[in-house]
């Protein structure tokens, strides 16, 4: 059993694939070939935003919209511990600090009123200008953005949403990488829109932070490559990636709603046994992944490696809270203060899950994890 199966869904998509790789071959326009600018204009329609700008990969686009939102030494932004490193590393590499926010355990999202106190704080001590902040849509579902919004406008925080894995999902029928100021996804592989390598995009609606976005990802271009009108990087999504992107874009309505129909069976099937993830109303979610809690981290390392045993894959995201990782170490952390990030590294469990699962595997998954719960 694969935990996320990018063969079948290659199998699926073959002969679309298959061909629009071929035509890049034979146009010979490797980069930003007119695959990258339909995928762009294709992206747009699908999330209902203005602009849209591909580029490397999903920590480019955060770094990028930093960058666009002139973010530098002295500024304090506002991340969740519990996430991938890119969310805090881009503060980091554009000189800012990242000040450490806990989740609330039932969502693994950013804690709203977490987020408030730790503004609070940093405007109280006086030495970091709060500037932004960034939801993270984990496993594929949108952070609190009805609360989240609302404090960055009180306290005139930017917002960038880090929608990596969040692409598909929604609140009330407004999509992933709409809630930002600027928001960034990311096509790696094994992420909800995944390419063949690294790829990324960010989404804004607003025409001069899409300008600068897109003076960003050439080395600062202004009027053209050759005329630098600020610093930059070298982000652009490959045309190969973009033709590879643009048949799997297209199915993703489906495979959206495939993901749901296994997560659906997954909820009804495990929700007497151990700690489903909480869809809070109005929310829907891609399903990155499904991420199971357990009662202790004992018990969840006992249950990956029975599972294991029993050829079963399943994966933890993430071990480590990133304010207690090494690298962090001099911004002073200590265990115990953020406690549902803590919590949650020690406890989570995610279970396969793609759109090409069958209802056997699911329930097999199940079967196995409540004989061996209950053991
Ligand atoms: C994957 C991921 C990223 C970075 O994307 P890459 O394309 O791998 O650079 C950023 N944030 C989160 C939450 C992610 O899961």
Redesign the pocket.
């Known amino acids: 059993m694969e935990f996320i199966d990018l063969k079948a869904q290659y199998a699926h998509l073959e002969k679309e694939i298959d061909e629009n790789i071929h035509n890049v071959l034979k146009h010979g326009k490797y980069i930003s070939g007119p695959e990258v600018s339909q995928l762009e204009k294709e992206l747009c329609d699908y999330t209902g935003t203005q602009y849209c700008v591909t580029c490397a ?3 480019d686009a ?1 770094q990028m919209a930093l960058m666009a939102l002139d973010i530098k030494h002295g500024d304090a932004v506002f991340v969740p511990s519990f ?2 490193m ?2 805090a590393e881009v503060v980091n590499l554009t000189g800012a600090t990242p000040v450490f926010v806990d989740i609330d355990i039932d969502t693994f999202n950013m804690s709203p009123a977490s987020l408030e106190s730790a503004v609070q704080k940093i405007s109280e001590e006086g030495k970091l200008n709060p500037k932004a902040v960034i939801p ?1 849509d ?1 496993f594929g579902q949108c952070a609190d953005y009805p609360a989240i919004l609302p404090i960055a406008k009180k306290y005139s925080l930017f917002v960038i949403e ?1 929608a ?2 969040g692409f598909g999902g929604s609140i009330n029928g407004k999509k992933a990488c709409t809630f930002g100021d600027i928001s960034a996804t ?1 096509f ?1 592989p094994a ?1 909800p829109l995944g390419c063949y390598g ?1 790829g ?1 995009a960010v989404f804004t609606d607003d025409e001069g932070l899409y300008k600068l976005l897109s003076s960003i990802h050439i080395h600062g271009k202004g009027s053209m490559k050759y005329d630098n009108v600020r610093l930059g990087l070298n982000s652009r999504l490959d045309t190969i990636q973009a033709a590879i992107l643009l048949p799997k874009l297209r199915e993703f309505p489906t495979e959206l709603e495939l993901r749901n129909k296994w997560a659906k069976l997954y909820t009804d099937l495990l929700k007497d046994i151990v700690k489903v993830p909480l869809v809070p109303k109005g929310f829907t979610s891609s399903w990155a992944q499904f991420t199971i809690l357990l009662d202790s981290q004992e018990k969840r390392d006992e249950l990956q490696t029975k599972l294991k045993e029993a050829g079963i894959p399943a994966m933890i995201y993430y071990y480590k809270p990133l304010h207690l990782q090494d690298v962090y170490k001099e911004l002073g952390c200590a265990k115990g203060s953020l406690p549902n990030a803590e919590k949650a590294a020690e406890c989570v469990l995610s279970l396969p899950m793609h759109p090409y699962m069958t209802s056997e595997q699911v329930k097999e998954i199940t079967d196995k994890i409540s004989v061996l719960v209950r053991d």
């Open positions: 990969n999903g920590t955060l996430t991938f890119s969310t993270v984990l880090d990596a894995q990311s790696f992420k690294d990324g």
